[in-house]
């Protein structure tokens, strides 16, 4: 089935490029507007969870995620002596929903994502700066050329619908907001708060190491490791990927937090980083695959290392008339649980369910799939929001009374209390509704998923 609405999705991320892939199937009408002149090669690990492959795998997309990632098992909890304090076994993600969880490096997966999309549906080096909707349509300007900052070309593109993808520091939010107040639309007050940070994070992949010097590869499960620093506050994340490269996150929080304005993050970018106060306090660190974690840094090329400020927030307010938020535009996870990905994909199934069989581009209809799209994914996304902001308190504490609820939280808990929380990240497994429902099947079912409101058939062969 296909519909004459036309849709622009601004952001070539992981939210917008599973869009764009499940639109395609959905035989729809969209481009993409991505402000990067190409795909970036930075960023560490993605892990996928188990209800992020039940989607992938109906897509057909698993079994080149699976060459291409290691599946993770358990995560161990270490001091920096690398004692331990914890492990929390996935061992039985299989079992109860179908799926294993996976690791893998964001430019992998990006490839892969990229490849599934034809070439002339993406605008490279397009950075969307404003947005005008009404009635009849949604408009938004670009500058076109990144060279010349401040001095560009502008183009604009005309759609129907508009889907910010863009992240955290999304152009689409911010003038969508300033227009709702320009309508006399009074937002919550969190939603217009500056953003806070008082954490960063370096991270990195090396370059191919050899399993000789670090036998850790030649294992088929990927390890994850999480060393807990003893002065300050800062973890170090450490991880194995398949073709042969070790990862690195390494984060700390800043002596004092900053508050800034969204503005200020127009032209934030993840870029390479030089070297860093923040990677100096932990290059003697003991590294859990041999040698130290100054090693792996000394063996990854500058280009593949960045460094990102860490905030996290729950935005209220997902849409308005013509235009959505998805992925970290309306709720930024800390990395601490790894979630941006999963919540940003689980976003993107729900968002085309909703869309597909859409009558007409009138406001009505577009505003009926972005009711009952919100009113599906919003309290999964905050409850999981809410999460991830204790695991990162949990591991950011300092202190002995910290030390003891790291120790019971981390490996200690009965079993029952660790497959609720595991049931609260896997329950929801949305699927397009339009095609087969995908094979995998664990004994814990996926909760209902939301009826989409515009489609009435079964599922059909697209
Ligand atoms: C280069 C990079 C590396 C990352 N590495 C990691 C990592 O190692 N580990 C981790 O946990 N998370 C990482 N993340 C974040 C992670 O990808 C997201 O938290 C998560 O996948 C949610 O994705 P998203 O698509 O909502 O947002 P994002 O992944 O942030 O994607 C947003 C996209 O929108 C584009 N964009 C932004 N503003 C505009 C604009 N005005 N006009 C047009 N396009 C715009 C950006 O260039 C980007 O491609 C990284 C993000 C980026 C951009």
Redesign the pocket.
Known sequence: MSSNVKIII???????LLTAIQLERANMDYII????RTL?P?????SLTSACSYILDQLGLLEEIQKKSKPCAKIDYLRDDLSKVGVMHAHDLMNRYGYSGLLIT?PTLYDILLSRIPKEKIHWG????SLRQDEHSVEIE?EDNLENEGNAPKVTFKSDILIG???????VRRNLFQSMQDEGIELPKNDLAPLRFDSNCV?GVTDVLTEEEYPALKEKSGDFYVIIGKEKAIQVYLFTFAENRLGF?ICGRMDKPEVHDEKDFLFTD?KPTAADELCEMVRHYKCPFGGTVGDLMDRTPKDRLSKVFLEDKYFSTWYHKRTVL????CHKHL?FG?Q??NQ?ILDSVSLVNQLYGIPSNSLSDIGKSFKAHYDYRSPNAKEVFKNTSLVAAILGARGIISDMVRFIALGHLPDFINNAGMDGMNAERPYLCFLPPPPGKGSVPPKPQAVPVHYKGGPTVV
């Open positions: 601004v952001g070539a991320g992981v939210c917008g507007v991505e402000k990067a970036s930075l960023g560490s690990a993605l964001r397009k950075r969307m700066v670009c993808a863009d992240g955290a520091y999304s152009s991270i996150n993840w998805m992925g970290d535009a990395p790894g941006g990905a940003a």
